[in-house]
């Protein structure tokens, strides 16, 4: 079957700090992958994706990029954190149909 | 482009009550049309979608919708809600045909159910 993992769970970040997220699949090949962001009180944000191995999109310009180096992983980083990057960030995949199915997220505090 | 408005931010209700909650999208291509829930501080899990046919979806833990062309509609209903339904509900819609099949969200809509 289809899962989705996603590590950290929590962080807690100064400001300034450098940001490594990751995202893996399994059950799936050749996904496309998805980046959102939950601001505190906002809908979902799409931030990247990518259709493929080293082709990655993003939607809105800001602070943080996107990597994926295999199939089924997919990282967002940022090399220095902002306030403004608090949130909850979640990574999904595509499963048919134009449906994604989501993973557990990451809640990201930057102090 | 394609936008997603969910007009009621915050919708409270008593238990074994009815509710609806509200979605109106705006496209100018044909849709795929989602709602999504999510309880405390887990990722969105799929409770329908409706993709053609029968404008009447049914959903899991009883939950449906319709989706209303004319009106640019796709509202959610429950006829009794229950205390484990407390969560936010978002809209979701994504335009039909090749690309990387993008989803839309709107705001999210944050059920609160009263015993």
């Known amino acids: 079957s289809q899962t989705i993992h996603q590590w950290p769970a929590t962080l807690v970040q100064p400001v300034g700090s450098p940001l490594s997220l990751e995202c893996t699949v399994e059950g799936t090949s050749n996904p496309n992958l998805y980046w959102y962001r939950q601001a505190a009180g906002r809908g979902l944000q799409l931030l990247f994706y990518s259709v493929g191995i080293g082709q990655i999109s993003s939607e809105v310009p800001q602070n943080l990029s996107a990597s994926r180096p295999q199939d089924r992983q997919f990282i967002l980083s940022s090399k220095k954190l902002l306030l403004s990057d608090s949130g909850f960030y979640l990574c999904?995949?595509?499963?048919?149909?134009?449906?994604?199915?989501f993973g557990p997220g990451t809640r990201l505090t930057v102090l | 482009a394609q936008s997603v408005t969910q007009l009621d931010s915050q919708v409270p209700v008593f238990e074994e009550a009815p509710v609806e909650l509200r979605c109106n999208y705006s496209s100018s291509v044909s849709v795929y049309l989602f709602w999504y829930v999510q309880y405390p501080n887990q990722g969105l899990q799929l409770l329908l979608k409706?993709?053609?046919?029968?404008?009447l979806v049914k959903g899991i833990n009883g939950f449906e919708a319709e989706f209303n062309k004319s009106q640019t509609s796709f509202h959610l209903r429950k006829p009794s809600v229950h205390i484990s339904d407390t969560a936010e509900y978002f809209c979701a819609v994504s335009a039909l045909g090749k690309g990387a099949q993008k989803l839309v969200f709107g705001q999210g809509t944050r059920l609160t159910i009263n015993p």
């Open positions: 999904a995949f595509f499963v048919g149909h134009n449906e994604q199915f």
């Open positions: 409706y993709l053609s046919g029968s404008t």
